[in-house]
């Protein structure tokens, strides 16, 4: 998670996109939280401000809206001549009044509306008594002091009790506009503050988004760019990569180099068990040279010394008969020799271009006659439009001749060799020719299919095991291959691969 070098702590890139999401996320949450929490305030701030100050507003206007109907009542009554409905109407009216003052009095907040609301209550008694006064003086007949009264103390004081009124009124409405003005500074309050989350989440996601950039987009198109050019492969739309595609093309790219390197790795592995058996080969070629030679001159005086004897021997049948077995012999280890001689030391191509219908048609002369006494029939063919291929017709003839013989020494009882040339691609770029030689015998047991191409491998009683190494190594020289084709079911096939001439 956290790598250090030189002593400094590095986060990975997992990490740092990890912790900002993170980031990201937390702010978000907590600005939505804070939004609902804002939310929920304000409304919370409504409820209580309807729910607090509706009932102390309405209780201060209807206090001064009976403070105003008391007002023309004992004046209707003195102008009345004393009815007494006049009166009936006002104490109704003080009733009201009274019932106010008591809601009033519950629902005041400020010590300032209480002051003012003390004062009506001291104000309105005195108007009140001094009313009484005034409707006592009428009764007794006194109508000019009571009037007198009336418009001078009784209206003096009813002033006052209103001025009390409105001044409780003010009051109330101080005490809503400096809740309100408390209301709206903590919004405010709560408002930047979701304000500063939702910056600071745009921080992050930008982070975010740089992180992304520089760490993954960047680098990913980078790399398609490089497995392209890396891969060599140019496709019709060769042009820089575009970000919707670019996975796909590192994908893509990938894959073909993929497949490059397990071509490269088949190639190595085959080149490195050649050269393996090439050295065995070298070695055991510059043995059996010295071998060879030791053993080459005195057989050649040994078969001459057979032939004299063979000759003192006439009319002796029985010992004739050895020296024939001898002589037999002495022919086998002659060919040992003569292949281990060939084998150990590989002549110098001698390339020219050659058509390979032709060169199968010289090996089948050559041992056209042979392969019928076995009772092999040869089917050959060869495609039109072979390319030529360059080669040493020598040595390529005794490759064909080399699978032949093996061709025919395992159909004991005779059969069929076909014998296919046609042109195939290379695995690298380029033509070849590839020519299949496919026999009806018994096939190569899975056993010993891996051993074959080995020097000395032999199933027979007479081989040396020599023909098909040498043959792979002709091929090797001219720059194609011998191989056993996979189990067909019925025979054995092997596949000689030249290349053609241009590609020589
Ligand atoms: N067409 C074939 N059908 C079945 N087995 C084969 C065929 N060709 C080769 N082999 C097997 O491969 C072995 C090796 O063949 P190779 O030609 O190298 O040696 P050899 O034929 O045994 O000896 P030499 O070629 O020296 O006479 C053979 O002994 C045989 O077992
Ligand atoms: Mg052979």
């Known amino acids: 998670m956290i790598c250090t070098e030189d002593g400094v702590v590095h986060l990975r890139l997992a990490t740092k996109v990890s912790l900002t999401l993170i980031g990201v996320l937390a702010l978000g949450i907590m600005g939505s939280v804070q939004a609902l929490l804002v939310a929920r305030k304000t409304s919370l701030a409504l409820e209580g401000m309807i729910a607090d100050n509706v009932p102390s507003v309405r209780a201060a206007m209807e206090l001064e809206i009976a403070l105003l109907e008391q007002r023309g009542l004992a004046s209707s009554y003195i102008l009345d001549d004393g009815s007494a409905r006049w009166l009936a109407e006002l104490q109704a009216k003080k009733a009201s009044f009274a019932e106010w003052q008591r809601r009033a009095e519950e629902t005041a907040h400020t010590e300032e509306e209480h002051a003012y609301l003390n004062d009506l209550a001291e104000i309105y008694v005195e108007y009140d008594r001094k009313r009484d006064e005034v409707i006592s003086l009428f009764e007794r007949g006194q109508t000019g002091r009571a009037t007198a009264a009336l418009l001078d103390e009784v209206n003096y004081l009813h002033h006052r009790a209103f001025a009390a009124c409105e001044g409780f009124i003010a009051a109330n409405e101080k005490y809503i506009d400096e809740r309100s003005e408390r209301a709206r500074r903590e919004l405010q309050r709560a408002s ?65 180099l993929m497949s490059d390197v397990t071509e490269s790795h088949t190639n190595l592995e085959r080149s490195r068990l050649q050269l393996q058996s090439s050295e065995r080969l070298a070695s055991l070629g510059r043995l059996a040279a010295s ?65 390979v219908g032709v060169l199968l048609d010289k090996t089948l002369e050559l041992c056209g006659h042979w392969l019928a006494d076995k009772g092999v029939e040869v089917v050959r063919r060869a495609d039109p439009g072979l390319p030529p291929v360059r080669a040493d017709a020598e040595q390529i003839k005794q490759v064909f001749l080399n699978l032949l013989r093996n061709a025919a020494e395992a159909m004991e009882q005779g059969g069929t060799v ?83 001439a241009k590609d020589v």
Not at 295 to 311: G, H, K, V
Not at 467 to 490: F, T, Y
Request: glycine share 10%.
């Open 192 to 256: 930047v503050g979701v304000g500063i989350l939702v910056a600071l989440t745009l921080g992050c996601g930008t982070v975010l988004l740089l992180l992304f950039y520089r760490g993954v987009w960047r680098p990913l198109r980078k790399m398609a760019d490089d497995v392209r050019t890396f891969s060599g492969i140019e496709t019709d739309d060769a042009a820089p990569v575009t970000p919707r595609d670019e996975l796909r093309a590192v994908r893509f790219y990938l894959r073909s």
């Open 291 to 355: 071998i060879g030679h030791e053993i080459r001159n005195p057989l050649t005086s040994i078969e001459m010394r057979l032939f004299s004897l063979r000759q003192g021997l006439e009319g002796n049948p029985e010992l004739e008969d050895d020296v024939r077995v001898v002589s037999e012999e002495i022919k086998h280890l002659e060919k040992v020799i003569r292949n281990f001689l060939e084998f150990s030391r590989p002549p110098d191509l001698n390339l020219k271009t050659h058509d």
């Open 418 to 500: 076909v014998v296919a040339a046609s042109p195939a691609a290379a695995r690298a770029g380029g033509e070849m020719v590839v020519v299949r030689v496919q026999d009806t015998g018994p096939g190569i047991a899975p056993a010993v299919r891996d051993r074959i191409l080995e020097p000395f491998f032999s199933t027979k009683p007479e081989g040396t095991g020599l023909g098909l190494c040498v043959a792979a190594r002709i091929m090797a020289q001219h720059g194609g291959r011998l191989e056993l084709e996979p189990d067909g079911g019925r025979g054995a096939s092997f596949a000689v691969w030249i290349p053609a």
